[in-house]
Structures are given as C-alpha cells and as structure tokens.
C-alpha cells in the first residue's frame, strides 16, 4: 500500500514556474513507478510526465523542453518542475504510484495558468 500526498500547486501567470511534489509513504518507494497525470474540466486524465523504478523518463509531447520529472529516493518523493506554464496546462495534477496490477493515486493539486 502506498500514500501519497501532491503539493505545490497554485496560481501563476502565463511563462511562470512551479514546482510540483509528491510525497509517498507506506511502502518501498524506489520500487514504484511513478507519474504525473494532469486532468482539466470536462477532459479526461492524461499523462503527463512518468519515471520508473529503473529512472527510466516519459514526457508527453505536450510539455517537452518545459517539464522536468525526478524522483528523490531518500525523501519518497517525486517531482515535477513545471516552466513556462500556458493557460492550457490548468488542471488538476494527479500523481500516482504503480507496481504491477497495483496502482495508487494522490488526492491531485490545482495549477491555474492566468493572467
């Protein structure tokens, strides 16, 4: 089993950064693969950025060359560095853990991109 907790969230104006955590707990972290899924109104949850357990890095097309995904092992926690943000990457941000059949979701954090 595997708690996980998104933080980091905000709002930002168009071209701004955040930075987005997830903390996990409860498990082997390092055996998880993890990923960041992103879900705005009426749109259906999409991935965004994932990275397994061997490091291993995916980005959608979307947010190549603006998002970054890391993982830092020795604090459970998973990463995304989000720059230069658009409007179009408001959404719910949705980090979830996977081993096999198995996986686990954080409750998501808010990222609104206005001006």
């Known amino acids: 089993q595997v708690q996980l907790v998104e933080s980091g969230g905000g709002l930002v104006q168009p071209g701004g950064s955040l930075r987005l955590s997830c903390a996990a707990s409860?498990?082997?972290?390092?055996?998880?693969?993890m990923g960041w899924y992103r879900q705005a109104g009426g749109k259906q949850r999409e991935l965004v950025a994932a990275?397994?357990?061997?490091?291993?890095?995916t980005y959608a097309d979307f947010v190549k060359g603006r998002f970054s995904i890391s993982r830092d092992s020795a604090k459970n926690t998973v990463y995304l560095q989000m720059n230069s943000l658009k409007p179009e990457d408001t959404a719910v941000y949705y980090c979830?853990?996977?081993?096999?059949?198995?996986?686990?979701w954080g409750q998501g954090t808010q990222v609104t991109v206005s001006s």
């Open positions: 409860g498990s082997i972290f390092s055996r998880y693969n």
């Open positions: 979830k853990a996977n081993a096999g059949l198995m996986n686990f």
């Open positions: 990275i397994n357990s061997g490091d291993r890095i």
